[in-house]
């Protein structure tokens, strides 16, 4: 079995690749079976982090098992584990691997970089539904965010869109200025923000790319025309936006999963802002054109994303037909 560390996997995985590779894999389909979830809560004491310090209360987590494979010939199995609490220990709240195998006789073929897989492919899909939904001239993209994938959203759109101007928002100001010194050292014209209000009214798409648990953006903040973009949360119990951002927009969704999963649409669905019914096509539906993405200029689109393991499975595959 190969091993593909972070650089090897990340090798492949320029976004004007995989983000054609998405587009083609929701298109063609492939068997997803439900995520597996399970919460993970350890007992005060029973643990020491890598920093020394001893487990608490506060140590609770989330594990998901996201199965797929495809006609290819390709399985792909990932364990994703999400730890909020991590950033106070200076440590990413997300660990992720991911076990490549040949669909037709169970060999394992790879392990790869989970974390580097997730974020690109959630940074991927990210730009897939903007594509279809974000207007042709969208330049301004506001981050909500400064995590790995939030790291990657100015790339990933500006493979599909003319993005221009880079603005970044977090909790934590300082993580904010830092992650826009990088952008600029990479290039960008990228500046941070603290008055969330007035950057996402002046914002072409809104990214949110967050663990929050209570909504950051509010409906009445997002200009005509603009495009939200919700792929942080993935349970219940997490939410990046207010009810009234789904009133009069058009809602998308990556798959049905979503209308399940998402704090988001689910407070929007209980406060009558939005209805099932109305949720206008999944990412499926339209790589396949068999629903149109935004329908004018000033129209409002939302994209909700929970994550696929399609497309894991995707970026998996392109990794280990670039190696052989």
């Not at 797929?68 to 909020?84: E, R, V, Y």
């Not at 392109?318 to 052989?324: G, H, K, M, R, S």
């Amino acid at each position: 079995m190969k091993h593909f560390d972070e650089a090897a996997t990340r090798k492949p995985l320029a976004f004007e690749r995989l983000v054609p590779a998405l587009r083609a894999a929701f298109a063609a389909g492939a068997q997803v079976p439900p995520r597996h979830v399970h919460a993970v809560e350890t007992a005060p004491g029973s643990t020491a982090d890598s920093a020394g310090s001893s487990g608490s209360s506060s140590d609770k987590g989330t594990v998901l098992i996201m199965p797929a494979w495809s006609d290819a010939g390709f399985l792909g199995i990932k364990t994703i584990n999400i730890f909020p609490g991590n950033s106070a220990r200076g440590l990413p709240g997300l660990h992720a691997t991911y076990v490549l195998y040949d669909a037709r006789t169970g060999v394992p073929l790879a392990m790869m970089d989970g974390n580097e897989i997730t974020a690109r492919r959630t940074a991927a899909a990210s730009a897939l539904g903007a594509s279809f939904l974000a207007r042709a001239d969208a330049r301004r993209l506001l981050v909500l965010g400064t995590g790995r994938i939030a790291r990657m959203l100015p790339a990933a759109h500006a493979s599909v869109r003319p993005i221009d101007e880079v603005r970044v928002w977090n909790h934590r100001p300082e993580g904010a200025e830092a992650l826009a010194a990088q952008w600029r050292a990479e290039g960008w014209n990228a500046h941070a923000v603290t008055d969330l209000q007035a950057a996402v009214r002046q914002a072409d798409i809104v990214s949110c790319a967050t663990l929050a648990t209570a909504p950051l953006v509010r409906g009445e903040w997002l200009a005509p025309g603009s495009h939200l973009d919700l792929i942080g949360s993935f349970t219940p119990a997490m939410r990046e936006a207010d009810v009234q951002c789904f009133a009069g927009a058009g809602t998308f969704v990556d798959t049905d999963e979503a209308l399940q999963k998402s704090g988001d649409l689910l407070d929007a669905m209980a406060a009558g802002t939005l209805k099932a019914h109305e949720v206008r096509g999944t990412l499926a539906a339209l790589c396949r054109g068999e629903c149109a993405g935004r329908s004018d200029e000033a129209q409002r689109t939302v994209f909700k994303a929970v994550g696929s393991a399609i497309e894991d499975l995707t970026a998996a595959t392109l990794v280990w037909q670039d190696a052989i």
